[in-house]
């Protein structure tokens, strides 16, 4: 999208200055694009004040109405100091062939796996998963382990079909659902839909600003039990996604710890539905990164992100190695 900067820039002079919630549009500025693995997303300033415009290429939650679900959530979330501030959805296609979304930028770094910023974390999720849902509609897994079950399946199904599958991540992902499968019956009943999660806890998805840690990429979160967005943050597969440095035992267990004090959960209870699900969710993220290996392989890769895509290659074979799953079978 070569030209994607000056049609920002187009686009942007014909809207209403009080919708970004500034008093004219004289001055702006395209500064880098951070793409995501399903968007581009534009850092730009209008008269010295900073936004996100976001371009959205897929949809990874499924739904053909993303950004304005997205929208939604980040202006229910508006007032809980968890997500930016959102100011304007096109979902018209009327400019750009895909649906638009701009919203604050959030100035810091991205989360390091250290003590404070864990706490910090913990902190942050017993505040998104205490939220009173009110009337929001929200996509919701209502039996959220056979969900997660059904939920990986897809994803090991899908990656079966394609050209370009391992067949030794496919033999390791069914030995680890066989594995999985007996405990879905037998334990679903300690799951509760009661609260909203985001559902991609990886490290580049916090951003430590001035005024306390938040949460971008609100593309995917439903309601569920607590125990997803837990499980999504101490896997080590979505881990090995930002990062070479891993959690070791006792900082995952600091993030648990601080976790059950403030939110007042039962830590035996919640440490097992943690044990339970983890395996599956570690699961979904290795399957994940196979199945965008192959698109690329397979060249089924959309043209707009298949730069992002091979300049990311390495972090895809990095968690879907099999030894990723030998190592779940392993400790499960």
């Known amino acids: 999208m070569p030209?994607?900067?000056?049609?920002i820039k187009r686009y942007?002079?014909?809207?209403?200055?009080?919708?970004?919630?500034?008093?004219?549009?004289?001055?702006i500025e395209i500064l880098e694009m951070t793409p995501g693995a399903y968007n581009l997303n534009y850092h730009f300033m209008i008269n010295q004040k900073d936004f996100i415009f976001r371009i959205n290429i897929e949809q990874q939650s499924g739904l053909t109405?993303?950004?304005?679900?997205?929208?939604?959530?980040?202006?229910f979330l508006a007032s809980h100091s968890i997500a930016p501030k959102a100011y304007h959805i096109d979902d018209t296609k009327n400019f750009f062939n895909f649906d638009i979304l701009i919203e604050e930028f959030l100035d810091g770094p991205y989360l390091i796996f250290e003590e404070a910023q864990i706490i910090e974390v913990a902190k942050l999720l017993v505040n998104l998963h205490s939220l009173a849902l009110d009337n929001m509609r929200f996509i919701t897994w209502e039996d959220p382990l056979r969900c997660?079950?059904?939920?990986?399946?897809?994803?090991?199904?899908?990656?079966?079909?394609?050209?370009?599958?391992?067949?030794?991540?496919?033999?390791?992902?069914?030995?680890?659902?066989?594995?999985?499968?007996?405990?879905?019956d037998a334990k679903r009943n300690m799951f509760?839909?009661?609260?909203?999660?985001?559902?991609?806890?990886?490290?580049?998805?916090?951003?430590?600003?001035?005024?306390?840690?938040?949460?971008i990429d609100w593309e995917k979160p439903r309601v569920d039990d607590c125990s997803y967005d837990i499980c999504c943050f101490i896997s080590e597969p979505a881990q090995?996604?930002?990062?070479?440095?891993?959690?070791?035992?006792?900082?995952q267990n600091k993030f648990f710890q601080t976790y059950v004090r403030i939110s007042g959960k039962n830590a035996d209870l919640l440490w097992e539905k943690v044990k339970i699900r983890e395996p599956l969710i570690s699961l979904h993220w290795i399957l994940w990164g196979a199945n965008k290996l192959c698109?690329?392989?397979?060249?089924?890769?959309?043209?707009?992100?298949?730069?992002?895509?091979e300049k990311k290659t390495a972090r895809y074979e990095r968690i879907a190695r099999p030894e990723n799953i030998e190592k779940i079978l392993d400790m499960s």
């Open 3 to 7: 030209d994607t900067r000056q049609k």
């Open 12 to 27: 942007l002079k014909n809207m209403p200055p009080d919708v970004l919630g500034v008093c004219n549009i004289d001055s």
């Open 65 to 75: 109405n993303q950004i304005k679900y997205e929208y939604k959530i980040l202006k």
């Open 148 to 184: 997660t079950f059904d939920f990986v399946k897809e994803d090991l199904n899908n990656y079966a079909q394609k050209k370009n599958s391992n067949k030794t991540l496919i033999n390791l992902s069914n030995k680890l659902m066989a594995k999985s499968k007996p405990l879905i």
């Open 192 to 215: 509760r839909a009661d609260s909203l999660n985001h559902t991609d806890m990886a490290c580049d998805n916090f951003i430590k600003t001035s005024e306390g840690l938040r949460l």
């Open 240 to 251: 090995r996604w930002c990062s070479l440095k891993v959690m070791n035992a006792e900082e």
């Open 295 to 309: 698109d690329l392989r397979d060249r089924h890769t959309v043209p707009e992100l298949l730069e992002v895509h």
